[in-house]
T-cell receptor, first 113, second 112 residues
């Protein structure tokens, strides 16, 4: 069975500090990977997606970056956090192909002070 | 992806059957109808999806109108665990980005 693990579960960070969030998928080779973000009280927005190692496409510009260093790993990061980065970050995976089902992780709650 | 319209909220009582409607009048022929549900501070959970035919699984029954302009997610014997925000989403993946566009969804409350 496939499992998706996100870390950390929650973070409290200062404005201007760096951030790194991680996601690992086990039990599925060459998945498509996605980062989504939800501001408090807002709707989920897709930030990035990746269909293969080393290849990441940006969907929404939020002064964040993403990388896929391994087939089963997806990293979201920034060197300088903004207050507006607060929210709930979700990693998801799907099989390749069109209109495939997305399966989400349990998320990371980020508070920027 | 085409737009969907859902009621803001609905209420049900434990043990009852609830019908969650979704309108998608401008759906394209190659768009799938997906349903996810989400509780606060958890990731969305896949419920079901369909293209033209009604579908059923252990979580729900999805009834799709013959003209595909609307659909209804039917939950039987609802429990407190079914209280969540239910999202009806249309999608067609292109170029490897199986993007889901979430709206506000329907908040389902379940009364004990």
């Amino acid at each position: 069975a496939q499992t998706i693990h996100q870390w950390p579960v929650a973070e409290i960070k200062a404005v201007g500090s760096p951030l790194s969030l991680g996601c690992t998928i086990k039990g599925k080779s060459s998945p498509n990977l996605y980062w989504y973000w939800q501001a408090t009280g807002g709707t989920l927005q897709q930030l990035f997606y990746s269909i293969t190692v080393g290849q990441v496409e940006s969907v929404v510009q939020l002064n964040l970056s993403a990388s896929r260093p391994k087939d089963d790993q997806f990293i979201l990061s920034t060197e300088k956090l903004l207050l507006s980065h607060s929210g709930f970050y979700l990693c998801a995976w799907s099989l390749g192909g069109c209109a495939e089902t997305l399966y989400f992780g349990s998320g990371t709650r980020l508070t920027v002070l | 992806d085409a737009k969907t319209t859902q009621p803001d909220s609905m209420e049900s009582t434990e043990g009852e059957t609830v019908h969650l409607p979704c309108s998608h009048a401008t759906i394209s022929g190659n768009e799938y109808i997906y349903w996810y549900r989400q509780v606060p501070l958890q990731g969305p959970e896949y419920v079901t999806h369909g293209l033209q035919q009604n579908t059923t699984n252990s979580m729900a029954f999805l009834a799709i109108a013959s003209d595909r302009k609307s659909s209804t997610l039917i939950l039987t014997h609802v429990s407190l665990r079914d209280a969540a925000v239910y999202h009806c989403i249309l999608r067609v993946g292109t170029g490897g980005n199986n993007k889901l566009t979430f709206g506000q969804g329907t908040v389902l409350s379940v009364i004990p």
